[in-house]
């Protein structure tokens, strides 16, 4: 593996993992963020489903999306409109603008994990062209899956931190309706 591939292969580990990061680093604020918009708990746990239905749709088009305009567009795409939808998340100045904000980080949260895991071939320069009976494809070598395994401990150990990141996060940051 080349020395540029060996830098990017972390990055496109933490671009996969951002989807389940998105997710869990949240839910110990859940009775923060129902208290910060006066809403029912329920409502603040709609913020839940609604981020893991459009994660799913996120990673079912995100694919023909990459293949359409590229993996580098949607990857960077992805990763730049989740960052805006967390931020838009803790700016949102009602649950109406949370929930959707929620979406768009789901979303954008599914085109991180599919696309950076497609990436991780092209990042090991393991790729050879093949012809097949509808068009020319690559496939990925021994090279692609070392480069796999190398993302693997990055995904399990993203939910199983994102809880201790929410403690570290100051309880004040919500804003000055939150009362602890």
């Known amino acids: 593996m080349s020395a540029p591939a060996r830098h990017l292969i972390p990055l ?18 859940l009775p923060q963020i129902a208290k ?39 990857l960077i795409g992805g990763v730049a409109l989740s960052g805006v939808a967390a931020l838009t998340c803790y700016f949102a100045p009602t649950m ?6 929620r979406i768009v980080q789901g979303a ?11 990436s ?4 090991s320069n393991s790729w050879r062209t093949v012809s097949g009976p509808i068009r020319t ?14 993302c693997l401990p990055y995904i399990p150990a993203s939910p199983k931190n994102s809880p201790a990141l929410t403690v570290a996060i100051p ?10």
């Open 137 to 150: 494809t690559s496939v990925s070598t021994s090279a692609t899956a070392r480069a796999s395994a190398a």
């Open 12 to 29: 496109l580990a933490a671009c996969s993992a951002i989807g389940s990061v998105g997710n869990f680093l949240f839910l110990p604020a």
């Open 96 to 101: 109406g603008w949370f929930v959707v904000a």
């Open 108 to 118: 954008t949260g599914g085109a991180g994990i599919t696309v950076s895991r497609a």
């Open 171 to 180: 309880a004040g940051l919500l804003g000055p309706k939150v009362t602890t």
């Open 120 to 123: 991780v071939g092209l990042a």
């Open 36 to 74: 910060h918009f006066e809403v029912a708990s329920g409502t603040a746990t709609l913020t839940i489903t609604t981020y893991l239905v459009a994660f799913a749709f996120g990673v079912l088009l995100s694919g023909p999306l990459a293949d359409r305009f590229g993996r580098r567009p949607i």
